[in-house]
């Protein structure tokens, strides 16, 4: 009987460290893929580089703060996420109008994350206002990319676009995540356990993001 107990002990310690190894560790498989493949340079990809790069480096020290409070990492990275995901998706929503909305919704969600911080749910707890609010704000530009898409007769092969994909998988992350996001703060306070259990869709939905990057890296050479 400890036997299997502590089987089932081990297992949940290894399923947490693989949790935490694909929410860290994911996105080297599309800087892996652009170290093997190499790439064809576009500012998209310039910008989404520059988001995976960061994103290891605070994930990671996030990581190393534990069991310490590390929320205020995650206000930072949530708040980085959101301005890389929205000026990416600005490249390929190719529209004057658009880009003028998206810089100023940009400011404004910036200036909320921070007040929202410092004033509103603090810097103790996860911000689930910001994290709902900038998740909801990029599903909503990915569902106009796709509407664009849908009216564009010139387009037969959409998977074949790199766009497609990016696109997707920030579609995938933010959609999957909004409710997660926006009841954690609840889930925190209630019912700590679950929360914490809870959180490993993230993870999952980081992974499947960081693949559809990939392949979206590897349409981009082929364009």
């Known amino acids: 009987m400890r036997g299997c107990l ?14 935490d190894i694909l929410e860290i560790f994911s996105p080297a498989i599309p800087l892996v893929t652009i170290a093997i493949k190499g790439f064809k340079k576009s ?7 520059f988001y995976l790069v960061i994103y290891l480096i605070l994930s990671a020290y996030a990581a190393s703060l534990r069991p310490k409070n590390n929320i205020v990492v995650y206000i930072i990275i949530s708040l980085f996420t959101f301005c890389f995901f929205a000026l990416i998706l600005e490249q390929f929503i190719r529209q004057k109008k658009f880009k003028i909305i998206n810089r100023t919704v940009m400011i404004i969600a910036v200036l ?9 749910e603090g810097l103790l707890i996860f911000n689930s206002y910001s994290s709902g609010l900038t998740n909801f704000i990029l599903v909503s530009y990915c569902v106009y990319y796709y509407k664009l898409q849908l009216e564009n007769s010139r387009i037969f092969f959409v998977e074949k676009q790199p766009s497609f994909w990016i696109v997707s998988g920030i579609f995938i992350y933010c959609a999957g995540n ?5 009841m954690f703060n609840s889930l925190s306070r209630n019912n700590l356990v679950f929360a914490f259990y ?3 869709i993230n993870d999952f939905l980081i992974l499947v993001m960081n693949i559809a990057f990939a392949k979206g890296i590897q349409c981009n050479l082929k364009t």
Do not use: P, Q, R
Request: glycine letters at 2%.
């Open 198 to 200: 809870a959180w490993n």
């Open 178 to 182: 909004f409710f997660l996001f926006s």
């Open 112 to 120: 909320f994350l921070i007040i929202n911080a410092i004033w509103g």
């Open 43 to 49: 500012t998209w990809l310039i910008l989404l580089i």
């Open 6 to 19: 502590n089987l089932i002990k081990t297992f949940f310690v290894n399923k947490d460290l693989l949790f």
